[in-house]
Antibody, heavy 120, light 107 residues
Framework: QMQLQESGPGLVKPSETLSLNCTVS????????WSWIRQPPGKGLEWIGY???????KYNPSLKNRVTISVDTSKNQFSLKLSSVTAADTAVYYC??????????????WGQGTLVTVSS | DIQMTQSPSSLSASVGDRVTITCRAS??????LNWYQQKPGKAPKLLIY???SLESGVPSRFSGSGSGTDFTLTISSLQPEDFATYFC?????????FGQGTKLEIK
């Protein structure tokens, strides 16, 4: 059974860079798209971006200038960096796999989520 | 960006009820529509993909329909474990966007 696990600091200072990793186990990271999605406390879901195992990326334009997603296939891991954070970036951050197949565009495996708080 | 609007935002129902949640896209998304269930403190769970296809392992009381701009999620007979928040998500264009959620509560 595939599992995803987010890791990284739970507290980041304003103006600094948020960095998270997602480790994939129970399957290969190859040949899939992988996403980061966030959810501010008590609010809805926001797609941050995704990366293919080859390294091709797409980002949400609302965050594009601040976000970088990268992949390390040797570690079966992908990562998120979000620069110049503010309190508005406080959220639970999820990593997720994009389903593969005809007309499949959803997220079928998710990490448990990690709360990142932006505060001095 | 494609805006996804769900209705209602909250809903009270009883065990055994039939419930329908609606999701409307601001432009046509063909059938690139997914539904999720989220319980407090947990990650969302994919229920329905491609508007009407049941994800593996999801009970058959869940069903989806629609295409273009209007979609519905139906739970045929509510079970206690179905009380949760439901989100729709479009997979037609970038950025991927979600509805604001429908909170299903026990009456």
């Amino acid at each position: 059974q595939m599992q995803l696990q987010e890791s990284g600091p739970g507290l980041v200072k304003p103006s600094e860079t948020l960095s998270l990793n997602c480790t994939v186990s129970g399957g290969s990271i190859s040949s899939y798209y992988w996403s980061w999605i966030r959810q501010p406390p008590g609010k809805g879901l926001e797609w941050i971006g995704y990366i293919y195992s080859s390294g091709n990326t797409k980002y949400n334009p609302s965050l594009k200038n601040r976000v970088t997603i990268s992949v390390d296939t040797s570690k079966n891991q992908f990562s998120l960096k979000l620069s110049s954070v503010t309190a508005a970036d406080t959220a639970v951050y999820y990593c997720a796999r994009v389903s593969a197949g005809y007309k499949r565009s959803g997220f079928d495996y998710w990490g448990q989520g990690t709360l990142v708080t932006v505060s001095s | 960006d494609i805006q996804m609007t769900q209705s209602p935002s909250s809903l009270s129902a009883s065990v055994g009820d039939r419930v329908t949640i609606t999701c409307r896209a601001s432009q046509s998304i063909s059938s690139y529509l997914n539904w999720y269930q989220q319980k407090p403190g947990k990650a969302p769970k994919l229920l329905i993909y491609a508007a009407s296809s049941l994800e593996s392992g999801v009970p058959s009381r869940f069903s989806g329909s629609g295409s273009g701009t209007d979609f519905t999620l139906t739970i045929s007979s509510l079970q206690p474990e179905d009380f949760a928040t439901y989100f729709c998500q479009q997979g037609y264009s970038i950025p991927r966007t979600f509805g604001q959620g429908t909170k299903l509560e026990i009456k």
